[in-house]
């Protein structure tokens, strides 16, 4: 009945799922490993407390470069070519149900698997195809989303001490935008700031400052 947006399908879905793994990929992204599901399930038995294992990704264009490894804790995943650990999300308070999720879908639930006890690890085992050249990430919806987004993720996930830091991501992320010439876009990021803030308010539960200092120290992915 109402409009909830990738993560909030991704809430719904979770939620009604009967096993304990889920592998999550984009409408536009599949497996190229071989056994790609098997290999998943027995990573994540020698692994109990890894929450999500991210895989690695290859865009359109670009050649497909199958890699093995050991696996590293990481501080975010691509939503888009994971493993789920049912058991450790449903612990978190889910995904936002934002239209457009850009800057907060991810980095979010990392920070409350982390804050949880939970890693994230990186799988280079498994490989994903994403039929995309990101091109859309340019346009100027997302473009203010992820503007917005960096500002709401540091409101309802930081300590206090810690907003200072949200405030200089929200100048990074507006820094790189004008680098790339994504200039439509940041004014409606900035003033939808305030917006944002007071329709989530009541989600705003901070992550430990342990957690937060933690995932700053990993690798993104």
């Known amino acids: ?37 098997g290999i998943a399930a027995r990573l994540m038995s020698e692994q109990p407390r890894a929450a999500i294992l991210t895989g690695q ?9 199958p890699e093995s490894g050991s696996l590293t804790e990481v501080g975010c995943y691509e939503s888009g070519a994971c493993v789920l650990r049912r058991e450790a999300f449903l612990q ?36 994903v195809y994403h039929d995309s050249e990101l091109q859309h990430h340019a ?32 100048g990074n992320r507006i820094r790189y935008a004008l680098s790339v010439g994504r200039r ?3 004014m409606a990021g900035v003033l939808g700031i305030p917006r944002a803030i007071r329709t989530y308010a009541q989600a705003r539960q901070p992550v430990k400052k342990e957690t937060l200092l933690r995932s700053r120290q990993l690798p993104r992915t």
């Open 57 to 65: 990704v290859t865009l359109r264009g670009q050649s497909h470069k």
């Open 184 to 186: 439509r876009g940041i």
């Open 139 to 170: 346009s100027p919806e997302i473009n203010a989303a992820h503007i917005t987004n960096t500002a709401l993720l540091a409101f309802l996930r930081y300590p206090v001490s810690y907003w200072p830091l949200g405030l200089a991501q929200v």
């Open 1 to 37: 009945e109402h409009r909830q947006g990738p993560g909030g399908g991704r809430n719904l879905l979770i939620k009604q799922a009967r096993f304990p793994l889920i592998a999550s990929f984009d409408d536009d992204s599949w497996p190229l490993t071989t056994d790609y599901f």
């Open 92 to 127: 978190t308070k889910g995904y936002l149900p934002l239209r457009y999720a850009y800057g907060m879908e991810e980095a979010d639930i990392a920070l409350q698997i982390f804050d949880a006890g939970w890693t994230i690890l990186k799988a280079p085992q498994l490989h």
